[in-house]
């Protein structure tokens, strides 16, 4: 119980230091209309008619009252286009995340637990995977399994993995020798009981920057994969994609390649100034 | 009395820091005076402004935040706010230099020790650099350190010998005023000794002025010829050793007094001063210290007491010592 | 020292064969028939089978690496399924186009980012401090394949100044792929130099050597920089991955004639040792690089040094 409110209290004064972080407050922002976006973006642009139809006579146009971003060279309105391709990016950026976390994070909990052997041969098949450059590892997962989204999610989740893998580790090993964690093994909890219940709420905070900083290096993974060809498939409207297929485009119609990279930039930015705010916030001796 | 000859004389100094949570004033009218050759203690609590006052002499007060906003600080004659910042940096180091209190984290990590002294010799003497580094070998044979130890680096040597390292090249320039700011606080007891024993003997040797800040009335008794006993960025009681230890004039220095254990009266209760400093933020209306203080009167609260001098040695900040403010000190009327 | 150097070559063994081994097993479980890609859609099955054969595809993925690492210890990467020449010939004759680009964009990137880092931290809050800043936030934000291409518009098709693709332009074409590809390390390694510095100034022996008579500029270059260089030292280890991933986009948008461009038209082409061969070759590069940059530490760090003498 006692400790209940001491979480509470804790996380009210994290968010009260958030809040007077401006830079982090901007970013929590635009993530918060991004997100009302991508929920509501059927009922803004409709997906069948005007996000994927084509519209030949309007190939190519340049922004104006009716087309805020201007059309594609299908004539389609790369505004609408966008607003449904932050789904993609925030529902990849998500679930490969967690797919990171959740492997990465029971490996590194087990490692960091056990020590010993176990810690050895898991950190060293990390190794392995952190030899490969993460964006290298993601690439040869789709070229061998394909550009289905589903194994977009996979390839840049797998090469997230060791990251959180050695985050998790280094806090376990941190707080797995304090006197809560004694006495739980005490009253005779079992280890994974150990782990999942007493050792993890407790090294939170290094996750939690974490997961907020890889969901942006998720979603320029996957806007890099489409541009090579290797991510979301067209007509599915994906940013990296679409900035890719405005290439052709670049001396007459630059808009087409100009607004998607926009969007890039303004989701990374913002995520990475509440990523930023959130490890000031959580660890209030590294501010300056 | 006139023909004293001081190697520092701080007058109404005050220094505050602006900080998000407010202005903190650090210190408050602060004046001392070292005699040439002579060593004064400076006691006080954590964040009574005591390393604070050491700094305002070096002009190391990083600022912003901290700010230098009345008083002087002179030193062989003239006014150290008046140097241009290069006229200072030949001060540090020459003139006055400084040993801090945590030796553990003084010492740059990636220089090798030798170096670090033997900087300070090429910095304020026409050297080269390989003569530098001869006299900084023999300045850490010195402090009891071979010489051969000169090429290591800080993470080789223990915190005493630490210590010494900064002592060797604090003094490695003869200065005419050590600041010694808590110098045994991080050590064992029995290297304290050893530490203190050897700055006694250098400074002596050297002839140097010491301002040695110490929270510790054992060290004082040991070294110092005067005593400053700060609160809340004031001098509350000054005087020479007898004056303080035999004639305790001040309840605050009284009560420093009372928290000291008695070794040899071990049945005697300890009287420890009852609170905390008060928040530099927001210092009590009167007399800092009458939230604490056992004899504090209504008046206490509304006045500040001035300066009184009891002697032409000892002087107290107290109403108790004030003509006809009626305050008095458990019934002895002072 | 010696002794560390060896043991930390001898090291990368293992690492270099269990990389080989993940990728290996990652492109094993690919759904498609090599011998049908090369032969074609309308190829008779008996001449597939053959090839399947010729090829060791029927073996267990086990014997199939083991025959690979094999060929792979006399620098035999296989061949390219696509053009039928060797893998290695392949890679080697496109690595320094590659290894030109990787390293001046490293040099652009640590050229200007560590004096950005030094003077931001020193002028905390200053005007140059916040504009540095918000550069660097941006440049970390900004994908390299989209400054790329926003350059080309820029600098190609509107001024002329620099060619818009290739190699052939001597320093001319490699102005803006060494832009595009540096200036996301630059951000990141201008953030990491502004915080690990203003950190070691913060730091008391950082006020022992003003307190000794040390000049403001010589306690930035001698005391603080040693000290604020050691994470920094360490990010641009781990951003030389993500400078070598950034090259294949760098090279995809510029039509570089490296690595990068190779691997992506394996991939397409499902040329299989080509790909395993170029993952190879960057993991190798980037292993190396890392043990430099430990190496480069124990210099710094004498903390380190003395643990290995």
């Known amino acids: 119980m006692n400790t209940s409110v001491k979480k509470r209290s804790m996380a009210a004064e994290v968010w009260q230091r958030l809040c007077r972080n401006k830079m982090a407050m901007l970013g929590l922002g635009i993530l918060v209309i991004m997100i009302l976006g991508a929920i509501f973006a059927d009922v803004i642009a409709d997906y069948d008619t005007m996000v994927v139809a084509q519209d030949m006579k309007n ?166 994969l489409s541009f090579i060809g290797l991510g979301v498939q067209p007509p599915a409207p994906e940013w990296g994609a679409m900035l890719s297929s405005g290439r052709s485009y670049l001396r007459d119609a630059m808009h087409i390649t100009l607004f998607p990279g926009l969007a890039i930039v303004i989701t990374i930015l913002a995520l990475n100034l509440l990523g930023d705010g959130l490890r000031d916030a959580l660890d209030p001796r590294l501010k300056q | 009395m006139a023909d004293k000859q001081y190697s520092v004389e701080i007058n109404d100094l005050a220094v505050r820091f602006s900080t998000v949570d407010g202005v903190v004033h650090a210190i408050n009218g602060v004046d001392l005076k070292i005699e040439k050759g002579k060593t004064l203690g400076l006691v006080g609590e954590t964040g009574a402004g005591k390393t604070t006052t050491a700094l305002s002499i070096l002009r190391l007060i990083p600022n912003p935040p901290g700010e230098i906003t009345s008083g002087s600080i002179v030193l062989e004659g003239k ?134 800040i110490t929270h510790d009335l054992g060290i004082v008794a040991e070294v110092c010829d005067e005593v400053s006993i700060m609160y809340a960025g004031r001098i509350v009681e000054h005087g020479t050793l007898e004056d303080i230890f035999d004639h305790t004039s001040h309840p605050y220095t009284e009560g420093l007094f009372g928290s000291l254990p008695n070794i040899e009266k071990r049945t005697e209760a300890l009287k420890p001063i009852p609170g905390l400093m008060p928040d530099p933020t927001n210092l009590p209306e009167g007399c800092p210290f009458h939230p604490r203080c056992k004899y504090a009167t209504e008046l206490c609260k509304t006045r500040m007491p001035v300066k009184t001098d009891l002697s032409d040695t000892h002087s107290v900040r107290c109403l108790a010592y004030e003509e006809g403010t009626g305050v008095t000190l458990g019934g002895e009327k002072a | 020292m010696h002794k560390y150097v060896i043991k930390r070559l001898l090291m990368l063994i293992p690492v270099i064969l269990g990389v080989s081994f993940l990728v290996f097993f990652i492109m094993s479980l690919s759904p498609g028939d090599p011998a049908r890609t090369i032969l074609g859609e309308n190829a008779p099955q008996e001449s597939v089978d053959a090839l399947r054969d010729e090829l060791g595809l029927n073996d267990p993925v086990v014997v199939q690496y083991a025959r690979y690492m094999g060929d792979l210890l006399h620098g035999d990467l296989g061949e390219s399924y696509k053009s039928g020449r060797p893998v290695f010939g392949e890679i080697a004759s496109r690595f320094p186009a590659t290894l030109k680009l990787a390293f001046w964009g490293m040099v652009f990137a640590v050229v200007l980012s560590i004096p950005i880092g030094i003077i931001s931290a020193t002028k905390q809050y200053s005007i140059t401090d916040s504009i540095s800043m918000v550069f660097a936030l941006l440049g970390v934000a900004t994908p390299n394949f989209w400054l790329g291409l926003m350059l080309i518009i820029a600098f190609s098709l509107h001024l002329r100044w620099f060619p818009s693709g290739g190699a052939d332009a001597g320093w001319k074409s490699l102005v803006l792929p060494v832009i595009t590809l540096g200036t996301g390390c630059m951000a990141n390694i201008t953030r990491t130099t502004r915080s690990s510095m203003l950190e070691v100034i913060r730091q008391d022996y950082i006020r022992t050597a003003k307190a000794k008579g040390v000049s403001h500029n010589k306690v930035i270059n001698r005391h603080a920089l040693k000290n604020a260089l050691i994470p920094v030292v360490t990010v641009i280890g781990l951003q030389f991955g993500s400078l070598l991933g950034g090259a294949v986009l760098t090279e995809a948008v510029f039509a570089w004639p490296g690595i990068g461009t190779f691997l992506v038209n394996s991939i397409k082409a499902k040329d299989t040792p080509a790909v395993l061969g170029c993952v190879i070759v960057f993991s190798i590069c980037f292993s190396i690089v890392n043990l430099c940059v430990d190496l480069l530490y124990a210099y710094i760090d004498p903390r380190i040094k003395s643990k290995y003498k």
């Open chain 1, 59 to 224: 190939r190519l146009q340049g922004p104006s009252a009716e087309h805020w971003f201007g059309t594609d060279e299908f004539g389609r309105d790369i505004f609408a286009r966008i607003l449904h391709g932050s789904r993609v990016s925030l529902v990849v950026g998500l679930i490969s995340v967690s797919v990171s976390l959740i492997i990465g994070g029971s490996l590194g909990a087990f490692a960091g637990f056990y020590g010993g052997r176990v810690d050895n041969v898991i950190m060293r098949i990390m190794d392995i995977f952190l030899a490969v450059p993460s964006i290298l590892l993601a690439m040869t997962i789709v070229a061998a399994l394909g550009t289905d989204l589903i194994y977009v999610m996979l390839a840049i989740g797998v090469s997230g993995v060791p990251t959180y893998a050695r985050i998790v580790r280094a806090a376990v090993m941190s707080v797995k020798d304090q006197e809560f964690v004694e006495s739980a093994r005490a009253i005779g909890a079992s280890s994974p009981t150990i782990i999942f219940r007493e050792i993890l709420p407790n090294c939170m905070a290094p996750i939690i920057v974490q997961a907020t900083l890889s969901v942006a290096g998720a979603i320029l993974s996957t806007a890099s």
């Open chain 2, 79 to 212: 006014n150290v706010f008046e140097y241009s910042e290069k006229e200072m940096e030949n001060i540090r180091g020459k003139q006055v230099s400084m040993i801090f209190q945590d030796p553990m984290t003084s010492l740059n990590p990636v220089i090798t020790i030798g170096d670090q002294i033997a900087e300070v010799i090429q910095l304020h003497e026409k050297i080269d650099a390989k003569g530098a580094l001869e006299k900084a070998k023999e300045m850490l044979e010195l402090v009891g350190i071979p010489g051969t130890r000169a090429g290591e680096y800080p993470h080789q040597f223990s915190g005493g010998m630490k210590q010494r390292v900064i002592i060797a090249m604090a003094l490695v320039c003869n200065p005419q005023l050590l600041i010694a700011d808590e110098p045994t606080t991080a050590l064992d007891v029995t290297i304290q000794a050893q530490v203190l024993d050897l700055m006694q003997k250098l400074r002596e040797k050297y002839g140097t002025s010491m301002l040695m």
